[in-house]
């Protein structure tokens, strides 16, 4: 595996964060451990505090919550060296909760965590998810920076679906591997309805800062839908389907909220 460094952004923790990282900081004497302080809030002004000084000809992004593979970083850069793709995504898969309980087939739905998995082959596709991507150099110099209006701090999500639109706009390829895999940790505060419904309707406030769908001809039909299609699945007793429309109502409402003016608020 090429060398690495690895850069830690302390964006405002208020634990034992910082102790924890300055202690491994000072064990690390080869100086591949990297601490750096953020005050503005948002996870893309930390991401864009660790890009301006990252010196790697590969750029990984990888979230505080997943437990990463010994071989993962070793499969970007394998990835990234067989194969055409500027950008890469990993698979992400269910991990545990904090007491070491695993995830249950039946309830992937409802534990509101990002999961990728498209296969067994390297594959295009279209779009990131930042828990687990990686980008070479040429593409941070072409498109620049992560939108700070974007993702958890700011308007809540989609700092990467934009990133990805700027990386395919640029002309560059995205790729999937199935090699570099992280575990996304299982949090109960997550669970359910509340949080999915809270989780969506940020996800449209974001979308509102960065897309241009037509209110009259996209958002208010898609609306208008889905709200038939929930009273519909809840008379039909498919509780899966009500949970996944549910969201869908909700991230039409936060786009209009936001295209008002009203979806203001951070998320974290």
């Not at 437990?67 to 698979?91: M, P, T, W, Y």
């Not at 701090?153 to 934009?162: I, K, V, W």
């Not at 575990?183 to 509102?208: F, I, Q, T």
């Amino acid at each position: 595996m090429p060398e690495t460094e690895i850069i830690v952004v302390d964006n405002g923790s208020t634990d034992e964060t910082r102790d924890w990282l300055d202690a491994h900081r000072e064990q690390n004497s080869s100086g591949r451990l990297i601490v750096l302080d953020e005050p503005r809030p948002g996870k893309s002004n930390a991401l864009n505090r660790a890009l301006s000084v990252a010196r790697g000809e590969i750029l990984m992004v990888l979230d505080d919550d997943v437990v990463i593979d010994s071989n993962c970083l070793a499969k970007h850069a394998e990835a990234h060296a067989q194969n055409q793709f500027a950008a890469i995504q990993g698979r992400i898969l269910p991990g545990r909760d904090r007491v070491g309980n695993p995830a249950e087939a039946n309830r992937l739905w409802e534990y509101n965590i990002p999961l990728i998995d498209y296969g067994d082959e390297i594959v295009a596709i279209r779009g990131l998810t930042g828990t687990n991507m990686s980008f070479k150099r040429a593409v941070f110099e072409r498109i620049g920076f992560f939108d700070p209006r974007l993702g958890p701090g700011a308007a809540g999500f989609s700092e990467d679906t934009e990133y990805s639109i700027r990386i395919r706009q640029a002309g560059f390829k995205i790729g999937y591997t199935p090699h570099a895999i992280v575990y996304h940790e299982l949090n109960p505060s997550r669970y359910g309805h509340g949080y999915n419904r809270a989780v969506e309707y940020r996800k449209g406030v974001s979308r509102s800062i960065y897309r241009r769908d037509s209110v009259l001809t996209k958002v208010l039909p898609d609306l208008l839908a889905n709200c038939i299609r929930y009273g519909v699945y809840r008379l039909l007793g498919w509780h899966d389907k009500v949970y996944k429309t549910e969201g869908r109502v909700l991230k039409s409402w936060g786009y209009l909220a936001g295209k008002l003016g009203r979806g203001a608020g951070r998320m974290v």
